[in-house]
């Protein structure tokens, strides 16, 4: 579990964690516990790395094989004129 903390940072799970403390921060300010657990939640998802993209479940799937042919297609060509 600390591995996973530490490890696989990107761009997108920075600002994700950066909106949490920023948002737990306002919460804090105001005093709304609503919006306090909120964004604990906010900020302990991208700090696990969790939530849609954890299981895979949201990706699209690979595809399995390489095996792209191309068919060379012929262009009759057609004269207007006749």
């Known amino acids: 579990m600390i591995k996973n903390i530490i490890t696989n ?3 997108f799970r920075m600002i994700r964690f950066a909106f949490g403390i920023l948002l737990m921060i ?3 300010r105001t005093g709304s516990w609503f919006m306090i657990m909120l964004a ?3 900020s302990i998802l991208p700090l696990l790395n969790i939530g849609c993209r954890a299981g ?3 990706s ?3 595809r399995k094989t390489n095996d792209i042919t191309t068919q060379d297609v012929e262009y009759e060509e057609i004269n207007p004129n006749k």
Do not use: K
């Open 56 to 58: 895979g479940q949201c």
């Open 26 to 28: 306002e919460a804090v």
């Open 40 to 42: 604990t939640l906010l």
């Open 9 to 11: 940072w990107s761009i």
């Open 60 to 62: 699209v799937p690979l």
